[in-house]
């Protein structure tokens, strides 16, 4: 895939109607829809497809994986109520765009991908753009406890269950943000610690993830 990265008038127009368009699905968070509307989502595709990066859908990024739809990406991100300096850990890092929303929103990002290829080209584009997280190569089923705890973690991939080991890594008053389900569908799971060993978890809309692969889970 041959990566161009310029942002002409006409992508920045039609990122301005893909926000238009998220306000109108109900996103309401003017930090997570102004992250969208900065981060150009055309440089994770190639140019024959750039037509196709600002629709609000999911698309192939190769290896079997998709660069998740825009509200999804929205949609979790608004949950996470990020601040500015959170720890966040992001666990399936595919092409990086929800890693750059975390980013423009100001959190420090852990990221982990299971797939060594993704995991190549993604170290490569995102320092391109100007991102950087902290990317490890790795089954982030099991989250990463050598940098734990966290203030967030969030799930871009779909789980079997939730995987405990996950919760004993965030901080108190930490978030989780995991979509639940079989392989057809999975309902957005969010989890706020309130205390040592004590959580409230709310269930929330269907959406349908590629599956998150690995000892604690699939
Ligand atoms: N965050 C991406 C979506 C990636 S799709 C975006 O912004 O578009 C989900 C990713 O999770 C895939 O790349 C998949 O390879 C990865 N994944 C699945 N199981 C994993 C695991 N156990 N650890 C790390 N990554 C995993």
Redesign the pocket.
Known sequence: MAYKFIDNYRERGARKQLVELLKQKGIADHAVLAAIGKVPRHY?FDETFWNQAYKDI?FP?G?G????QPYT?AYQTELLHIKKGDKVL??????????C?LLELGAKVYT????EK?YERTIQVLPHMGYQPKFFL????KGIAADAPYDKIIV??GAPTIPEILLGQLNIGGILVIPVGDEAAQKMVTILKTAENDYEKIVLDTFR?????????W
């Open positions: 994770f999911a990024i290896e994986q998709t660069i998740s990406v992001e666990i399936g890092t595919g092409c990086g765009y929800q890693t929303i982990i991908e299971r797939q993704l790795g089954d982030g089923s871009t991939a993830f590629v599956p998150l692969v690995g000892e604690k889970a």
